[in-house]
């Protein structure tokens, strides 16, 4: 099956210092090309679900990268059978 879903990941460093790791976890996502919005709390993306579960795993394993020794990361699945889109979640608020 292959259509639109979103998936939104908050990473969450263990480091006294958390921003600029979060920073370089929205810079992977933001490379990947795929469409997303951050957000206060968490990063929602837009695409097919294993393109964007890859940027997942780059985005998690970004924070090692930056030195950290521990995170922990939320992923969430928005999907629906005709396919789902960031726009639909949230046009009727812009």
């Known amino acids: 099956m292959s259509h639109t879903v979103n998936v939104s990941i ?5 480091h006294p210092d958390p921003y600029p790791i979060v920073d370089k976890a ?3 996502i933001q490379a990947s090309g795929v469409k997303y919005e ?4 968490e ?9 964007l579960l890859e940027v997942v795993k780059a985005t ?3 924070c090692f990268v930056e030195g950290v020794d521990k995170v922990v990361t939320f992923v969430k699945i ?3 059978v005709d396919g789902t889109t960031i726009e639909e979640k949230v046009s009727k608020y812009r």
């Open 60 to 62: 998690h394993r970004a």
């Open 10 to 14: 908050q990473v969450l460093p263990f």
């Open 26 to 28: 929205i810079a992977t």
């Open 78 to 80: 928005a999907d629906a």
């Open 43 to 51: 990063t929602t993306m837009e695409g097919e679900l294993d393109e």
């Open 38 to 41: 951050v957000g206060p709390l």
